[in-house]
T-cell receptor, first 116, second 114 residues
Framework: GAGVSQSPSNKVTEKGKDVELRCDPISGHTALYWYRQSLGQGLEFLIY????????KSGLPSDRFSAERTGGSVSTLTIQRTQQEDSAVYLCASSLRQGGSNQPQHFGDGTRLSIL | GNSVTQMEGPVTLSEEAFLTINCTYT??????LFWYVQYPGEGLQLLLK?????DKGSNKGFEATYRKETTSFHLEKGSVQVSDSAVYFCALSGRETSGSRLTFGEGTQLTVNP
């Protein structure tokens, strides 16, 4: 399809395990964002990638969270030593960058992460 | 920092009723404003946007006007349908913020009954 693709759609894992979440943005979109949607916290920004620039990691909640974007396309969000408070829906979005500003963001369906 | 405040939900209406969901914001400079909608079991979809003061965004019968003097971006629809039942999020992106990250309101759950 032509939209943002995320996998897996659901992930259940035990506390303390590492997880990797994948995002495949819309082709040609240079900007990629990760957000987290959780009860009580709403939608929170996590990290932003733009082309080959250094990512903006200012929203990552702890050093257990990291993300990379290879080849300017697919991105992976990794959570190490998962905790129960990491349970949430992780959303990826992408957008074009035109004229020095970003266009509206298009979201994937998210990965629902449950930590037992 | 930037923030968005939405009216508390949930909101329950009968079909063909008038809808208003209030949204106010705090931001430096001149942010862009958005309404996103999340239908049950689906991801976030852009509903409408406005990028400068007095702009009116519209889509699918929904409208919102960027009011800088009241720092508001209230969502309205004249006649709601059952299919409009969803969670609605007001959001802003600040031009001064790296990457135009979105700051979201808490979301408002709308249920429309036949």
């Amino acid at each position: 399809g032509a939209g943002v693709s995320q996998s897996p759609s659901n992930k259940v894992t035990e506390k303390g395990k590492d997880v990797e979440l994948r995002c495949d943005p819309i082709s040609g979109h240079t900007a990629l964002y990760w957000y987290r949607q959780s009860l009580g916290q709403g939608l929170e920004f996590l990290i932003y990638f733009q082309g080959n620039s250094a990512p903006d990691k200012s929203g990552l909640p702890s050093d257990r969270f990291s993300a990379e974007r290879t080849g300017g396309s697919v991105s992976t969000l990794t959570i190490q030593r998962t905790q129960q408070e990491d349970s949430a829906v992780y959303l990826c979005a992408s957008s074009l960058r035109q004229g020095g500003s970003n266009q509206p963001q298009h979201f994937g369906d998210g990965t629902r992460l449950s930590i037992l | 920092g930037n923030s968005v405040t939405q009216m508390e939900g949930p909101v329950t209406l009968s079909e063909e009723a008038f809808l208003t969901i209030n949204c106010t914001y705090t931001a430096t400079g001149y942010p862009s404003l958005f309404w996103y909608v999340q239908y049950p079991g689906e991801g976030l979809q852009l509903l409408l946007k406005a990028t400068k003061a007095d702009d009116k965004g519209s889509n699918k019968g929904f409208e919102a006007t960027y009011r800088k003097e009241t720092t508001s971006f209230h969502l309205e629809k004249g006649s709601v349908q059952v299919s409009d039942s969803a969670v609605y999020f007001c959001a802003l992106s600040g031009r001064e913020t790296s990457g135009s990250r979105l700051t979201f309101g808490e979301g408002t759950q709308l249920t429309v009954n036949p």
